[in-house]
């Protein structure tokens, strides 16, 4: 059956949260990967939104981070700060899944603005913002990173969510605990070096080349190998995991009514050329 690059994404990023974890999962493409692991290996992990929906059981991706229709239901409600006060800074969420725009070779991520935040024009790009994602990047035990739509860059226009910072031990000189531990792409999943902190290519999509994969990043890019490690073997999606996927979001965010099919049209991620990605 086949699949596409984004439907790869997903379940390789859904392979990350562990059964019994206490997740805290942004919308879109992280609740469908959040989703899809509570669906198969993991039915034991909790899931909870920014908003403060803890445990829930979505059947549908959240139209947004305080959306109980999405949701068969979930243990109790919380708000933002208690989020934050009771679960997160405490210590007790073992992962976030955030998505990015722009993300550097240390795991630090923009979601704020493409362009000058200080002399926006024209061609700056306003972006959601942060929301809870700054203190999730910064206090859960490990960060999960998914870029679909975003760049790899040097220097980010704007420092959202903090990764390893600058690298080496200046995350735990900051007084921050956990780190990134994983970054997927449309073209393979990405690991952070133990001593460096360093971004480096851990495993490759089926039909990726390698030097697409360096053109698309600025700096030097180390591979696995490099550290004589393998790549990691990935594994592909099956007919249950596609219809899984599929039934939970076939346009991985952009909800099911007309106008929101139609926005998804116009969007290269989704679409190319008037017909679905493969």
């Known amino acids: 059956m086949k699949f596409r690059r984004i439907e790869l994404l997903v379940l390789t990023a ?42 829930i059981d979505p059947f549908q991706n959240l139209e947004d981070v305080a959306d109980p229709g999405s949701t068969i239901g979930f243990s109790y409600s919380i708000d933002l700060f208690d989020v934050f006060t009771s679960i997160v800074n405490r210590g007790y969420a073992d992962a976030c899944l955030l998505g990015a725009a722009q993300v550097d070779k240390y795991g630090n991520i923009n979601t704020t603005i493409v362009g000058n935040y200080y002399k926006m024009n024209r061609k700056s790009i306003k972006l959601p ?101 393998p790549f990691e073997k990935l594994i592909l999606p099956t007919k249950e995991d596609l219809e899984l996927i599929r039934e939970f979001d076939p346009f991985f965010g952009i909800g099911g009514h007309v106008g929101r099919r139609l926005q998804a049209q116009a969007l290269p991620v989704y679409f190319e050329g008037g017909r679905l990605n493969d």
Request: some cysteine.
């Open 129 to 229: 913002g942060s929301g809870g994602a700054n203190e999730f990047a910064g206090h859960c035990n490990r960060t999960i990173i998914t870029l679909v739509g975003g760049r790899f860059v040097e220097k980010l226009d704007y420092l959202t969510s903090p990764g390893w910072l600058t690298g080496g031990d200046s995350r735990r000189k900051a007084g921050l605990p956990g780190g990134p531990s994983t970054l997927i792409s449309q073209q393979g999943i990405f690991r952070f070096h133990e001593e460096t902190k360093e971004m480096y290519l851990s495993g490759i999509f089926p039909q990726t080349p390698l030097e697409d994969i360096r053109r698309k990043i600025p700096w030097e890019l180390k591979i696995a190998e490099d550290f004589d490690k």
């Open 14 to 55: 859904s392979k990350e949260i562990k059964d019994g974890e206490i997740c805290v999962i942004g919308q879109g493409i992280p609740m469908a990967a959040g989703a899809i692991a509570k669906k198969t290996h993991a039915p034991n992990a909790i899931i909870l939104t920014e908003a403060g929906m803890v445990d």
